[in-house]
């Protein structure tokens, strides 16, 4: 079982910056790939970014890319996501995932453990 715990989210204006971070509990946090999703109102939650266990591959979306950078530090069970020119578009509830399968970090349903998501609100 893996507990996990987002936090960082914020009001930020347009343009500005914030680093979101989910600590996990658990001994065996290096075997898990992660992934950031996001759910706007009245949207189905989207993915964002994923790490591999080691920290080695990432992915992300089109929407984020060049602008977020996914992260982890295995030795403190924590994985990040440093989100820099952000744009009210990215307003939404963010939430971090674990999974213990390979492969694609993309679907909703390959997660196996879901954080109760922060809060993230860019004004214009």
């Known amino acids: 079982q893996v507990q996990l715990v987002e936090s960082g989210g914020g009001l930020v204006q347009a343009g500005g910056s914030l680093r979101l971070s989910c600590a996990a509990s658990?001994?065996?946090?290096?075997?898990?790939?992660m992934g950031w999703f996001r759910q706007a109102p009245g949207k189905e939650r989207e993915f964002v970014a994923g790490?591999?266990?080691?920290?080695?591959?990432?992915d992300y979306s089109d929407s984020v890319k060049g602008r977020f950078t996914i992260s982890r530090d295995n030795a403190k069970n924590t994985v990040y996501l440093q989100m820099n020119s952000l744009k009210p578009e990215d307003t939404a509830v963010y939430y971090c995932?674990?999974?213990?399968?390979?492969?694609?970090?993309?679907?909703?349903?390959?997660?196996?453990?879901w954080g109760q998501g922060t809060q993230v609100t860019v004004s214009s």
């Open positions: 995932a674990a999974k213990a399968n390979s492969g694609t970090y993309y679907p909703t349903r390959v997660y196996d453990y």
């Open positions: 790490i591999s266990g080691s920290g080695r591959n990432t």
């Open positions: 658990g001994r065996t946090f290096g075997i898990y790939a």
